[in-house]
């Protein structure tokens, strides 16, 4: 996990350093949790953050689901209608095959 940073592109990197530690505080009250990581090609793909992520995984016994929800750009045209710069222009929806590699580095079963 970047040594808690959560980057999405280089002008814009913000600390999960409180996401993780509600994550904790939540396994330690041993209220459920589900894990739901965006898959974007390029930002948050990242082999060694995923398996970081799987590492927290091990960790919390509150989790009871964990998905992986691919990028789109389904909701590009609300964007465009309102004129507002969308900052993922050009990435690309991941592949399948990027898919299952994200979901086999962190233990997903289908």
Same mark, same amino acid.
């Given at each position: ?6 980057? %999405? ?61 691919? %990028? ?13 710069? %969308? ?24």
């Amino acid at each position: 996990m970047r040594k808690n940073l959560c980057c %999405y592109s280089s002008e814009n990197c913000r600390s999960n350093k409180n996401i993780l530690a509600m994550a904790d505080k939540m396994n330690e009250m041993g209220k459920e949790m589900w894990i739901r990581h965006v898959l974007v090609p390029g930002l948050t793909d990242g082999k060694e953050d995923l398996k970081a992520l799987r590492k927290k995984l091990d960790e919390w016994t509150n989790v009871s689901r964990v998905e992986i929800l691919p %990028y789109h750009t389904l909701g590009l045209f609300k964007w465009e209608n309102l004129g507002i710069p %969308y900052s993922l222009e050009g990435v690309p929806v991941p592949t399948e095959e990027q898919v299952k590699e994200a979901e086999e580095i962190l233990g997903i079963k289908k």
